[in-house]
């Protein structure tokens, strides 16, 4: 039996879980479009599971530049050194990337600013929170943000505009190389 018909049969496991698995499996191995239709069909009834679909896509996450000003051992993003800006986000594909983030149907929005370091390209961060607000407060949305960052390129003027606009910082405190 090919993967295909195995799949199928799941749509009939007496398990929504599995069978919202199933239609999910089978979005990716058959015709993409039938997805939707697929998923409301088995949904339907399944009252319980149409709240977890309200809360979709809360975090998104703006990768606002690949550069970093550190060479941590363990990085685990494809950081590019600080010298590269080609590898920044512009503009535009911020304010696209907003345009999707408030399709997002979840009441309360998390957008995190991430990097490399994204201090490096603090015109963008800046661009992303202020045009963020304004369409929260136009489409009576809650959105909040944290800037995942190493802290060594924070300024007092970051600090104000991150306070008036209610940013948290995310960090990480590594201690010394014992025993390396
Ligand atoms: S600070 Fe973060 S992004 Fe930069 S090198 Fe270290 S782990 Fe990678």
């Not at 309200?54 to 990085?75: E, G, K």
């Not at 300024?155 to 025993?179: E, K, Q, Y």
């Amino acid at each position: 039996m090919g993967a295909v018909p195995i799949v199928e049969s799941r749509l009939r496991d007496p398990d929504p879980s599995i069978r919202f698995a199933a239609a999910t499996a089978l979005g990716r191995l058959a015709d993409p479009a039938s997805v939707g239709p697929l998923l409301q069909a088995l949904l339907a009834p399944e009252t319980e599971l149409w709240p977890r679909f309200a809360q979709f896509t809360a975090l998104h996450l703006f990768v606002v530049s690949l550069r970093c000003d550190h060479s941590c051992a363990y990085c685990q993003v494809s950081r590019v050194s600080a010298d590269r800006t080609r590898y920044d986000m512009s503009e535009e594909t911020a304010r696209r990337a907003l345009d999707l983030t408030f399709r997002s149907p979840a009441p309360r929005l998390k957008i995190e600013l991430q990097g490399g370091e994204p201090l490096l390209h603090f015109e963008r961060v800046r661009q992303i929170i202020e045009d963020a607000h304004l369409r929260a407060e136009v489409e009576q949305r809650d959105v909040e943000f944290v800037v995942t960052t190493n802290l060594a390129l924070l300024d007092d003027d970051m600090l104000a505009f991150f306070r008036a606009h209610g940013v948290f910082l995310s960090t990480s405190l590594d201690g010394p190389m014992i025993g390396l």
